[in-house]
């Protein structure tokens, strides 16, 4: 277990030039963490380079992008996109001739699926193959990359990788009840871990959201060593997630989301950035603060953590700029509701000796219950009730906020090197935030 290191001061140190070089190691798709570095790389005049996870055909073959899709990638990115298929996981792999993983969890059924059984010896060989394939085609990145990176030029890595859920039918429905149910809907999660499908994912889970790290770090060793060589700097950063400080009771207090599958992998980030540190790489995994993106709005109430950041604003010297966040977040609430009402909702939430019993920093990440998904996925849905326009939240303008803080954290925090696992709490992105808009 990682002891809680949080970042308690602004950084500002920046190694970082026009002429060097960020590489993001993930495919951009949406608005998400990592708009915020790349956002302080393109500040700092740095060349933006992505790669690509590559596109699945009709048979389900891992193909490069077209070139209308390559355009369209780099336009996004504003930068250069390396097209060799960097699709992550094991899922979708298997040795010639026999079943990948999907295809043998293919007859997985709402009824059946805690009973089924997979041969372990071929799931191993598919996680052969994946593993094979993603770092041979990271190897060739690397070596493409390594030509667009002018000698004397720093380089600046950053992990986005994480997922690695199979593609199959049945999961939807058990993954409904598992993050959404309550009630006679509600389904443990441990029920998941302790089945075939679960051991599967969490496998899949490290692969895409971990060991990924890893395998950055080793095929980019010809350039660390090249780029250290003339006298250059190299960082890495990667995305975690374990739990945040927020204001409870007018204090900072670690809490978190359960129940959160990908806590296992996101732990096993954290070992890769420790190791690689003690080997003298400056990998650090930042955990950042829940926020409302496409992917983690299958989690319901992942997000009610994050209205105490208005009251975190304030505390942290805000003046009249976070006073107008306030007004925007009562702006969207429906007539005859107060804003202050929905902290104090959220507060009460915060107080129940059912959410109390999950703040349990060294057992997470915990199994749910059925007491805290009345008690969180209610709170979430009365609250997601009081606003105007559901499409129009009080949680989306704060994930906004968040991710804005979050850039140049990460940004210079690497530059400043550290620790190798650093938490950005609720404190700090609110500092930030104001340091921002002062």
């Known amino acids: 277990m990682t002891e809680l290191t949080s970042l308690r001061h602004i950084p500002t140190a920046n190694v970082f030039r026009k002429g060097d070089v960020f590489v993001l190691f993930g495919e951009l798709f949406g608005r998400g963490y990592v708009n915020g570095l790349i956002d302080e790389a393109r500040k700092t005049g740095m060349t933006i380079i992505g790669i690509t996870v590559g596109r699945r055909d009709e048979n389900g073959t891992l193909r490069a992008l077209t070139a209308e899709e390559h355009a369209e990638a780099e336009a996004k990115l ?50 052969e193959a994946g593993v094979r394939r993603f770092t041979e085609s990271a190897r060739q990145a690397m070596a493409e990359i390594d030509k667009l990176i002018p000698q004397g030029a720093n380089v600046f890595f ?22 959404k149910g309550r009630g006679e809907r509600f389904m443990s999660s441990r029920a ?82 420790q190791a690689a540190w003690a080997q003298g790489v400056n990998a650090t995994v930042f955990n950042c603060p829940e926020i409302r993106t496409n ?62 019993h999950f703040r349990n920093f060294p057992a997470w990440p915990m199994d749910n219950t059925p007491e805290l998904a009345d008690v969180m996925i209610g709170t ?28 140049p954290l990460m940004f210079h925090g690497a530059s400043e090197k550290i620790a190798p696992v650093l938490w950005l709490n609720h404190d700090i992105i609110a500092r930030q935030l104001n340091e921002l808009h002062k």
């Open 78 to 127: 504003g930068g250069r996109i390396i097209n060799i298929p960097l699709m992550a996981g094991f899922d979708m792999d298997a040795p010639e001739g026999e079943q990948n993983p999907t295809e043998m969890l293919s007859g997985i059924t709402l009824k059946s699926w805690q009973e089924d059984k997979l041969d372990w010896s071929r799931i191993e060989r598919c996680h």
């Open 158 to 179: 950053a992990h986005t990788m994480a997922g690695g859920i199979p593609k199959i039918k049945a999961f939807l429905a058990i993954a409904n009840r598992i993050y």
């Open 192 to 273: 998941l871990l302790d089945s075939d499908l679960g051991k599967l994912i969490l496998m899949n889970f490290d692969e895409v959201t971990a060991n990924t790290l890893k395998h950055l770090i080793d095929a980019s060793a010809p350039i660390r060593e090249r780029v250290k060589a003339a006298g250059g700097e190299v960082r890495y950063t990667a995305y975690g997630y374990h739990g945040t400080e927020i204001l409870i009771g007018g204090q900072y207090t670690w809490q978190t989301y359960t129940n959160y599958t990908q806590g296992y992998a996101k732990m096993r980030l954290e070992s890769i950035a």
């Open 295 to 356: 992917s983690s709005d299958i989690f319901v109430g992942v997000e009610l953590s994050l209205f105490p950041l208005l009251a975190a604003l304030k505390k942290e010297g805000g003046g009249a700029w976070a006073q107008q966040q306030w007004d925007i977040c009562q702006s969207l609430l429906g007539e005859g509701t107060s804003l202050q009402s929905v902290l104090d909702t959220i507060e009460q939430y915060n107080q129940t000796g059912t959410s109390g």
């Open 380 to 407: 979430s849905e009365a609250v997601t009730a009081l606003h105007t326009d559901k499409k129009a939240l009080i949680t989306d303008h704060l994930s906004a906020l968040v991710l804005e803080s979050a850039g």
